[in-house]
């Protein structure tokens, strides 16, 4: 009999949620084949079978939060398979080993991301479990999500456009004349359910742990963004087909002049072991960039950027933000993180007060950017000016300490050319 259990599949985890099975008691199964889905609180990973042969019993079901050890579901190995006679070890073998792991909130599953015998059909556990609950075989369905993913939507239009297959078609024109009505009960009048469970309950726990274990503090600056939208366009302009890959995004400066800021602040470049009563200040720089996805908050991490010029650093940063945008990402992608940076500029945000990732001890929050009259000298001109917000664990340090780390920053962006020493 083999047992297959959760093993620690990312940085340190202790537990995972179950998403879905895709095997039931009894059926039969080859080596390799995808048996059940599992969330953490950074990745989403599919438990290939370890042995060719009958799946005897499963231990939990969808929904269960299981411990790193924890037995999932046993398989009789078929008489074909090999045995471990020669052994003294007892018959039962621990197999803990992932497919491979994607960066994906429980509702994803990633376009061309998880290899298995043959080819699935993109979508996420919560749509195929509509699909299922309909009687409806998903593979029928044209999927117009990223990279062909089939979603919750192209479900209930397969619904309404009368595909089910006979044996639930009731059950289906039930399902798409309640989503077209309203409930009559008072509970769900003028409302609507939706699973929190997932990808969106890990955020939920992983930011209840960052704001009931660190005491936040938030310093807001301004900073003169004028130079270095010109140095963009200078070096946009030297190399307008970006074949020498001088085309770099604004943001890629922003992530450098943290990681200078960092050399003479090193404070946040740390991470708290409160058992140890220590502070342990990391030697690599690691930053990480909160990314919204549609499947919710993804931080992809930019490893070592002490060693990176911001031509590497842009060039890293829009790949791993398309994977996170597509669901490509690997878990690896978004372990090891020392600092993280939020651009919600782009979005339109003048000001917030970001939550830290614990277990980092600060965040620096970067806003929209917009020609306002400034006073230089005894002139008043216009200048391109952005808010910032960082947010740092008051445990570890004080608040000068935070200003004069954002003054270094503001300091470094508004004088880009300081940093052309540590660009090459």
């Known amino acids: 009999?083999?047992?297959?259990?959760?093993?620690?599949?990312?940085?340190?985890?202790?537990?995972?949620?179950?998403?879905?099975?895709?095997?039931?008691?009894?059926?039969?199964?080859?080596?390799?084949?995808?048996?059940?889905?599992?969330?953490?609180?950074?990745?989403?990973?599919?438990?290939?079978?370890?042995?060719?042969?009958?799946?005897?019993?499963?231990?939990?079901?969808?929904?269960?939060?299981?411990?790193?050890?924890?037995?999932?579901?046993?398989?009789?190995?078929?008489?074909?398979?090999?045995?471990?006679?020669?052994?003294?070890?007892?018959?039962?073998?621990?197999?803990?080993?992932?497919?491979?792991?994607?960066?994906?909130?429980?509702?994803?599953?990633?376009?061309?991301?998880?290899?298995?015998l043959n080819k699935r059909v993109l979508a996420a556990p919560f749509t195929r479990k509509i699909a299922r609950e309909n009687g409806i075989d998903i593979e029928k369905i044209e999927g117009t999500g990223p990279g062909g993913r089939v979603t919750d939507q192209d479900v209930y239009n397969f619904i309404e456009n009368g595909s089910a297959t006979p044996v639930k078609e009731e059950a289906a024109n039930q399902t798409a004349d309640v989503r077209k009505t309203e409930a009559p009960s008072y509970a769900s009048k003028d409302a609507e359910e939706i699973p929190f469970k997932g990808r969106r309950k890990q955020i939920a726990k992983k930011m209840i742990q960052s704001l009931a274990t660190i005491p936040h503090v938030t310093h807001f600056e301004?900073?003169?963004?004028?130079?270095v939208m010109d140095l963009k366009k200078q070096l946009k302009a030297m190399d307008p087909e970006n074949k020498r890959g001088m085309n770099v995004s604004v943001a890629a400066f922003f992530v450098k002049a943290i990681q200078i800021a960092l050399k003479d602040f090193p404070i946040f470049n740390a991470k708290l072991d409160e058992e140890k009563e220590v502070i342990r200040l990391e030697k690599n720089v690691n930053i990480g960039i909160?990314?919204?996805?549609?499947?919710?908050?993804?931080?992809?991490?930019?490893?070592?950027?002490?060693?990176?010029?911001?031509?590497?650093?842009?060039?890293?940063?829009?790949?791993?933000?398309?994977?996170?945008?597509?669901?490509?990402?690997?878990?690896?992608?978004?372990?090891?993180?020392?600092?993280?940076?939020?651009?919600?500029?782009?979005?339109?945000?003048?000001?917030?007060?970001?939550?830290?990732?614990?277990?980092?001890?600060?965040?620096m929050a970067f806003h929209k950017t917009k020609k306002t009259p400034v006073v230089v000298g005894n002139e008043i001109v216009i200048r391109s000016m952005m808010n910032v917000s960082m947010s740092f664990d008051h445990r570890v340090a004080d608040g000068a300490t935070a200003v004069m780390f954002t003054n270094r920053v503001k300091e470094l962006i508004e004088h880009p050319y300081f940093m052309t020493l540590e660009l090459i």
Do not use: C, W, Y
Not at 10 to 32: L, S, W
Not at 49 to 58: E, Q, R
Not at 222 to 227: C, K, L, M, Y
Not at 295 to 320: F, Y
């Open 222 to 227: 301004e900073i003169d963004v004028t130079a």
């Open 290 to 363: 909160a990314t919204d996805s549609d499947e919710g908050l993804i931080v992809p991490v930019i490893s070592h950027v002490e060693q990176r010029n911001v031509r590497d650093i842009a060039v890293d940063m829009k790949d791993k933000i398309t994977r996170a945008k597509t669901n490509k990402l690997k878990g690896s992608d978004m372990t090891g993180g020392t600092f993280t940076i939020s651009n919600v500029g782009p979005l339109g945000s003048i000001a917030a007060t970001p939550i830290i990732n614990h277990p980092e001890v600060a965040l």
């Open 1 to 116: 009999m083999v047992e297959v259990k959760l093993h620690d599949i990312g940085e340190g985890m202790h537990e995972g949620e179950v998403i879905h099975f895709f095997v039931k008691a009894g059926d039969t199964v080859k080596i390799d084949q995808p048996l059940v889905e599992v969330q953490t609180d950074k990745v989403t990973a599919e438990l290939p079978s370890p042995a060719a042969g009958t799946i005897k019993d499963i231990k939990v079901k969808e929904g269960d939060v299981v411990t790193v050890g924890s037995v999932i579901l046993t398989i009789e190995a078929s008489s074909s398979a090999p045995s471990d006679k020669k052994t003294e070890e007892p018959a039962v073998q621990e197999q803990p080993v992932v497919d491979k792991i994607v960066a994906a909130p429980e509702n994803t599953v990633f376009a061309g991301g998880i290899a298995t």
